[in-house]
């Protein structure tokens, strides 16, 4: 297992998109590789609050500090778009993220052929970045009804071949 573990750090330690940061439980950075610290900045020794961890409470009630598994999507991080997994194995707090940015844009230019309005490229662009209808109600401030009508518009024009890029979610 220790090999394993080792195997990983070092794979992750040289990726351009995937984030790796090993924290203790009360948040003090161990370890973050160059993305990690692209994204978050050079946190180690320091208690860490931003990226995967921003808007997380730090106290015991906070589910991030339950044993087990916890995964955070479109996190918005120093103009960087994150999917994060936190580890959590009662020792250390272990995340490893994916950058999407880049995956969203060019998801969004596959689709600019299309007759989309502009209000429906936007809709996407939100759905593409992991938001919920919800959230995309409070982003836009647009009832449900025309979120939907909207979903059910992109999801109309998109050809079959793209549709596979969206969850289409109602």
Same mark, same amino acid.
């Given at each position: 297992?220790?090999?394993?573990?080792?195997?990983? @750090?070092?794979?992750?330690?040289?990726?351009?998109?995937?984030?790796?940061?090993?924290? &203790?439980?009360?948040? @003090?950075?161990?370890?973050?590789?160059?993305?990690?610290?692209?994204?978050?900045?050079?946190? @180690?020794?320091?208690?860490?609050?931003?990226?995967?961890?921003?808007?997380?409470?730090?106290?015991?009630?906070?589910?991030?500090?339950? =044993?087990?598994?916890?995964?955070?999507?479109?996190?918005?991080?120093?103009? *960087?778009?994150?999917?994060?997994?936190?580890?959590?194995?009662? =020792?250390?707090?272990?995340?490893?993220? !994916?950058?999407?940015?880049?995956?969203?844009?060019?998801?969004?230019?596959?689709?600019?052929?299309?007759?989309? @309005?502009?209000?429906?490229?936007?809709?996407?662009?939100?759905?593409?970045?992991?938001?919920?209808?919800?959230?995309?109600?409070?982003?836009?401030?647009?009832?449900?009804? &025309?979120?939907?009508?909207?979903?059910? *518009?992109? !999801?109309?024009?998109?050809?079959?071949?793209?549709?596979?890029?969206?969850?289409?979610?109602?």
């Amino acid at each position: 297992m220790k090999k394993a573990s080792t195997e990983l @750090t070092d794979s992750l330690s040289q990726s351009r998109k995937m984030g790796l940061c090993i924290k &203790t439980l009360d948040r @003090t950075v161990l370890f973050q590789n160059s993305l990690c610290k692209q994204i978050c900045g050079d946190v @180690t020794g320091k208690t860490c609050s931003t990226g995967c961890m921003d808007g997380l409470a730090l106290h015991p009630e906070d589910p991030v500090l339950d =044993e087990g598994v916890r995964v955070r999507t479109g996190i918005q991080s120093n103009g *960087h778009l994150i999917d994060a997994v936190l580890l959590n194995d009662q =020792e250390f707090l272990t995340t490893i993220f !994916y950058d999407k940015q880049d995956l969203v844009e060019r998801k969004m230019e596959s689709v600019k052929s299309l007759s989309l @309005t502009r209000m429906e490229k936007r809709v996407l662009q939100l759905l593409l970045e992991g938001r919920s209808n919800k959230e995309i109600v409070d982003t836009l401030c647009i009832s449900l009804s &025309t979120v939907r009508t909207h979903l059910n *518009h992109i !999801y109309q024009k998109l050809p079959p071949e793209l549709l596979a890029l969206v969850e289409i979610r109602f």
